[in-house]
């Protein structure tokens, strides 16, 4: 599987953000898949999950209530909308998946990552 993060940029805060994972590969729709987030000097953080069918999804407390994690199994692809978006949110935001349909809150947990892409919210 091979994944590609797209949707980042300059937003100011209480502005929205659209990312989208787009896979390639005939297995995406049997993988969980989630987004992780890494500011500089900080370890890559968990954000959200979902499930292989979409019908189970998690969120760090730091984005619940403003970021939403969604799939689309026939296109292959996955997307983040962020809402309300603070300084803090500031990253690098990354796509992964993991081998299996139960979604997971850590990095090992993932085998397949994208190249990240830059989120940056100014004050």
């Known amino acids: 599987v091979q994944l590609q993060a797209s949707g980042g940029g300059l937003v100011q805060a209480g502005g929205s953000l659209r990312l989208s994972c787009a896979a390639s590969g005939r297995t995406f729709s049997s993988r969980s898949m989630g987004w992780f987030r890494q500011a500089p000097g900080k370890e890559r953080e968990f954000v959200t999950a979902?499930?292989?069918?979409?019908?189970?999804?998690y969120y760090a407390d730091s984005v619940k209530g403003r970021f939403t994690i969604s799939r689309d199994n026939a296109k292959n692809t996955m997307y983040l909308q962020m809402n309300s978006l603070k300084p803090e949110d500031t990253a690098v935001y990354y796509c992964?998946?993991?081998?299996?349909?139960?979604?997971?809150?850590?990095?090992?947990?993932?085998?397949?990552w994208g190249q990240g892409t830059q989120v940056t919210v100014s004050s």
């Open positions: 979902i499930s292989w069918s979409g019908g189970t999804t």
């Open positions: 992964a998946a993991r081998p299996a349909a139960v979604v997971a809150r850590t990095p090992v947990d993932y085998d397949y």
